[in-house]
């Protein structure tokens, strides 16, 4: 295979768009006469709406429609309308479907108006009276409200034990037992959801909508508003960050469809950022680990539990435990995985939704045991080592963990680690070093795309996928330019539009290999199609050559044992008189792989932190980030992936939670004033290390997907770190100087801060 481009750093295709202001987004695309919405949302956390009042709003000139559950008609009535491709089991929410108020800031009406800022102003004027019912949001004390998880989300798998690791556990000599917390968190992409409804007349739609899956919001609305599938086209071209919040459709896409189909004209609907922590969220989670291991370090007995909140209405799952089953050798292990309903709105899948939260807990559990034997921690993983996946009792198709430890221990300097805490100090800060690994799945979904050639050498691949800032764009360009033996320059790749073959929803990290198999299956269809136009052409060099003898690069077409006789593509085209080549491919994950073989990316994270002594602050000054995920379609874009993972998962572990106010069933910062996140003056080194990994099973490109794995390990590399330097053990995330302090106060035993 030509590797001229992939495996390069080729540049973002959509850069200059970007940076000149010409990448449209759903808020940006303009209709005559366009109307603007703005959502009104509830005050109480649970009851009824026992009045609204809009007239003080309706008085306004220039104010057109305010809709609630009164003033709504023609919507689905069954709640199975209502599901979309990213659903949990239970009931979705219903938006203006009636007077309940199911979770804090639902929205319950919207305001339609001739500016944004009149809709804005006419909403704060509707009055709503509510009927109030006690509610409960607090998950870390209802966790006896908790029922085992439900199967219905994609990919959750209810967890399995094997062995008896009660037993073992009382009969080991050394054990490790330990409660990890953490609270809610908001996924805060820069671009706030909006959705700009064009009204194509009856019972027609366009939408722009900032979305991770046009065909998702497609089926959505469609089936909600009784429309026909193809009367509903959907259009996302850029999207300014997801991380899984656009996984599902959000409501303002309701709220723009409804009032432009019910006014006839171009509505807007974008969320204010405090909207924006309305709907789903990083469920808040509890989990207790406790683990036995004998004096060489080998671990005898794993118990993991976990529980996590969701909604009243919705089950919503994600795969916690599960992980610690597969990630090391230990015959005896118990899981399991509990959610306790509360009134939330559902939470919704966060970047490596479930193993995030998991290795959290675990690795640093992993990290406490070894302390409990005295053996490096890094030794102690390399010991327990799992070759293939402990729960399946499946070969991995391909596994370089080792790699990771071996290149990012290096890297970072692990050999010279004093294995005690409190041991490194630099004046006022305690220094430590830790390291944590994950792994996430290797998945590949069904996906098509199509293709055409013209005559003047350009191709235009599409497939309806999205772009969130992953590099979709310019990895698609690379493997079609690829495929085809063609310029970069000469390659557009289209996507985000229900009009193009149709896409997976853009997440699980799939994206590269679901939709990169496609576009590479099509380009591999037009090289047929060319190579028959060459054999077949009279008068060109290669007529009458068999086509397994040709090869396709830098625009020509050549006989492999005698590149001298060659026909350049564009001469081709227009001696054979044909104007374009179009071709469409569908590809999909090959079931026989499936049976035999366990497909999952990894790293492994060493961190360096400094304490300081006196205030409790920690500082996160050197990251090494590992990373075995098959082929590396494009190190800069891939790179990015996992920078951005990093950045966020030092974010995670020392800044980010949304606080909820029991008293009122509310998140309380829901504001980017308050909701805390890693800034630039938090980040300092971060080494990044893709090593070799090659597998030929996985998936036709040989790749694993970057968006998910760099993420998993870094909060507890940093917690593990934390106490490397202090001998103080935070389990409750994010680690803050208050926790740092007041343990170490509480704790006679450990290091003296
Ligand atoms: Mo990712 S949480 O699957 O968008």
């Known amino acids: 295979m030509n590797t001229k481009y992939t495996g390069q750093s080729a ?23 366009l109307l603007y919405g703005y959502i009104i949302n509830s005050a109480i ?98 966790l006896q409200l908790s029922k085992e998880a439900p199967m219905g989300k994609i990919g959750y798998v209810q967890p399995k034990d094997r062995g008896d690791a009660e037993t073992a556990y009382g ?26 409804a064009i009204w194509e007349g009856k019972d027609k739609i366009t939408l722009y909508d900032k979305t991770q899956g046009v065909s998702n919001v497609q089926l959505y609305i469609s089936n909600v508003f009784g429309l026909k599938m193809k009367n509903v086209r959907v259009i996302s071209p850029f999207v300014g960050g997801g991380f899984g919040s656009g996984l599902r459709p959000q409501y303002q896409v309701f709220m723009a469809t409804l009032a432009a189909l019910e006014l006839k004209r ?68 118990k899981l399991k995985y509990e959610l306790v309903k509360l009134d939330v709105s559902t939470p919704t899948d966060m970047r490596a939704p479930g193993a995030v939260t998991s290795a959290h807990a675990f690795e640093s559990a992993i990290d406490e045991m070894a302390y409990e034997v005295k053996i490096d921690p890094l030794e102690f993983r390399k010991i327990n080592y799992a070759e293939d996946d402990q729960v399946e009792g499946k070969p991995y198709s391909s596994k370089e963990l080792r790699a990771c430890y071996e290149q990012g221990a290096k890297k970072f300097g692990w050999e010279n680690r004093p294995i005690e805490p409190g041991t490194m100090r630099e004046g006022n800060q305690l220094i430590g070093w830790g390291m944590a690994n994950g792994a996430w799945d290797a998945l590949q979904m069904p996906a098509k795309a199509g293709a055409t050639l013209t005559a003047d050498g350009k191709l235009t691949v599409s497939s309806g996928t999205s772009d969130i800032g992953t590099g979709t764009y310019t990895i698609m360009t690379q493997i079609a330019a690829e495929t085809l033996g063609m310029d970069l320059d000469d390659v557009t790749f289209e996507l985000g539009d229900t009009d193009m073959p149709m896409a997976p929803l853009e997440g699980g990290s ?7 198999s496609a576009v590479k299956a099509v380009c591999e269809e037009i090289k047929e199609r060319l190579f028959e136009m060459a054999s077949d052409t009279e008068s060109t060099s290669l007529a009458g050559a068999d086509k397994a003898d040709l090869k396709i690069e830098q625009g020509y077409i050549s006989l492999k044992n005698n590149p001298a006789a060659r026909i350049a593509v564009t001469e081709l085209m227009r001696v054979a008189g044909a104007g374009s080549i179009s071709e469409s491919a569908a590809s999909g994950p090959d079931p026989a792989a499936k049976k035999t073989h366990s497909f999952n990316s990894h790293a492994a994270v060493f961190v360096e ?72 003056k938090d980040i300092n080194d971060i080494d990044i290390i893709f090593v070799e990994e090659h597998d030929d099973l996985v998936n036709p490109l040989g790749i694993k997907g970057v968006g998910e794995i760099g993420i998993i390990a870094v909060a ?14 935070v389990r409750d995330l994010p680690i803050t100087m208050d926790k740092v302090l007041q343990i170490a106060v509480e704790d006679r035993n450990q290091v003296k801060v």
Not at 14 to 32: I, R
Request: net charge negative.
């Open 716 to 729: 507890p590399a940093i917690a593990n770190a934390v106490f490397h330097a202090t001998g103080v053990r």
């Open 11 to 33: 540049k973002r295709v959509d850069g200059p768009l970007k940076v000149t202001g010409k990448a449209k987004y759903a808020a940006e695309f303009e209709a005559e006469g």
């Open 266 to 333: 171009p509505v807007r609907v974008v969320m204010t950022r405090q909207q924006m922590f309305s709907f789903g969220h990083r469920p808040g989670t509890v989990q207790r680990v406790a683990m036995s291991a004998d004096a060489n370090g080998k671990l005898t007995s794993i118990q993991h539990g976990a529980w996590g909140e969701t909604s009243k209405y919705e089950d919503y799952t994600e795969i916690v435990v599960n992980w610690s089953g597969t990630m090391y050798n230990c015959e005896n292990v």
């Open 171 to 196: 009969q080991s000599e050394f054990k490790m037992q330990g409660e990890y917390v953490h609270a809610a968190e908001h996924h805060n992409p820069l671009e706030m959801f909006a959705t700009t």
């Open 609 to 680: 932190v400094k304490v300081d002594v006196d205030l409790g602050t920690v500082i996160v000054s050197r990251v090494v980030c590992a990373v075995a995920a098959g082929k590396i379609l494009n190190p800069k874009t891939a790179g990015s992936q996992i920078l951005g993972s990093v950045v966020w998962g030092i974010s995670k572990a020392l800044e980010e939670e949304t606080v909820m106010d029991n008293n009122y069933g509310r998140f309380m910062n829901h504001s980017l004033a308050e909701y805390h996140v890693a800034v630039n």
């Open 510 to 516: 799939w994206t590269a290999a679901s939709v990169g």
């Open 45 to 142: 956390a649970k009851g009824e709406i026992a009045s609204i009042d809009s007239s003080e709003a309706l008085k306004l000139e220039g104010v057109i429609k305010v809709f609630t559950h009164e003033e709504v008609s023609g919507l689905a009535w069954f709640n199975i309308k209502y599901k979309d491709m990213d659903s949990p089991a239970g009931n979705p929410f219903r938006p203006l479907h009636d007077n309940k108020i199911l979770y804090s800031m639902q929205p319950i009406g919207l305001v339609v108006a001739e500016s944004f800022e009149l809709a804005r102003y006419a909403a704060s004027l509707v009055k709503v009276l509510y009927d109030q019912e006690e509610h409960v949001t607090n998950l870390q004390d209802n």
